[in-house]
């Protein structure tokens, strides 16, 4: 067993808090125009990939795996912190050979970057043809046609509608297994560090039948797992129009579909499907929520309920609107509604604005409150235009933001081990994803918790859900056998 344990994947925190890349599929039909897309930053982002690329392929283009092939190279970018839009910068700067040495490929930067920067981009960036926000993505195929004659595209205009509800995404490195179904857009919470209110815009949520119909779809194609995306999924509010309220009312739903009812008409679609959700917000999770997760065992037992810092005078600069009480108030009741196996995980922000060495000590007994299975952590990076780097002063040394940051991940090492001991010799069941990416003997799949599981291959197949006795663990991964 210790052999398999250095032989499989390990994901720590750290690598975790890395943006990561993930890059389109290829394409079946050689005669296409190209599209490669490259996306970064969170899952939103990938989602938005997959939709892009739906609306390309209706003009024409496929995809490719190799940017040197195609005819269209995109960008879809992240600015959550500077780093993330430094790693854009320096891709772009990789692509400066393509286009010397094919000067007709376009090249166009998506996304958040692209919202917060607009036609700035375009002067900073020589090689960029196309700057797209993320509400004008229909908008493609028009400044595509239009960069082909030699004009620049550009459209960040942000919508308070556009959900695209009715666009089928591509399912781009897809496992066939599981997916991200997008179910709101924007963000109106305005948390003083975060720019994504004015890269996203105003916070609005998609019909919920058009989200039945994509999780409905997705099983029917094979998959057995959706992930409900949004930036506050707890927020999520539509109110019917008149001609479906007949439809509601049978639902005995009566006036507005929540987040909790969401859930509960996504899980109805197949009790082999498996939901989970992200992003939820501290302040927004309710004990009906919480209460609807118990009541589907096809609703995953895991919640990412990000707490930042566990300081009171910190997340009131940080605009949070929860406090360290409210932030325990919501973890007492998912441990008391849920049960102690419910995974809970966060995200943490090291040397805020002003934050004195007692403040970080107060999110270091949080973690130790919570014992999270899991967390993201970064240390502060103030972002132009945000309330933050209006209101406060970026005055933690680079130095100790980082030391923090290493006293919170130090800390979150040993809970991940913790909470991984706690299924020792316990019966989970897994969902496959495919084979371990470091033993081609083993396959791998997550169970309820979220938790990554490591089993002997024998004859279980992708898609199936096996029962796995966990015998070991690191504090990334569980290992176990499968039992009959
Ligand atoms: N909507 C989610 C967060 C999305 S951004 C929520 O409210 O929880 C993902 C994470 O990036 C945040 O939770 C935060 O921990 C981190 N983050 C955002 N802005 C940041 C900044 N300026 N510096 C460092 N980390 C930041
Ligand atoms: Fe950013 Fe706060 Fe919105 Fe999350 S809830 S996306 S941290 S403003
Ligand atoms: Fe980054 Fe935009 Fe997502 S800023 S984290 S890609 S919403």
Redesign the pocket.
Known sequence: MDQIINDIDIISPEEAACETVKISKESNNPTARKMYIESYG?QMNFSDSEIVTSILKKDGFDTTSSYEDADLILLNTCS??EKAEQTVRHRLGQFQTVKKRKPEVLIGVLGCMAERLKSKLLEEEKIVDLVVGPDAYRDLPLLVGQAEEGEKGVNTFLSREETYADISPVRLNSNGVTAFISIMRG?D?M?S????PFTRGRERSRDPYSIVAEATQLFSDGYREVTLLG??VDSYKWSHLENNKARLEKEGIEDVVNFAHLLEMVARVHSDLRIRFS???PKDITDEVLHTMKKYDNICKYI???V?SGSSAVLDRMN?TYDREWYINRVDAIRRILGEDCGISS???AG?CNETEEEHQDTLSLMDYVTYDFA????????PG?L?AKKYVDDIPLEVKKRRLQEIIDKQRLHALERNQRELNKVHTVLIEGASKKSELHLQGRNSANKVIVFPKEHFKKGQYVDVLVKECTGGTLLGEAVK
């Open positions: 969170c959550i912190r963000c919470n948390c560090f975060c720019v994504v930036q506050n992003t939820s917000h990412h309920l990000p930042q949070r995200d943490m922000i805020f993201y952590m970064f240390y502060y990076s103030e972002r945000t933050a």
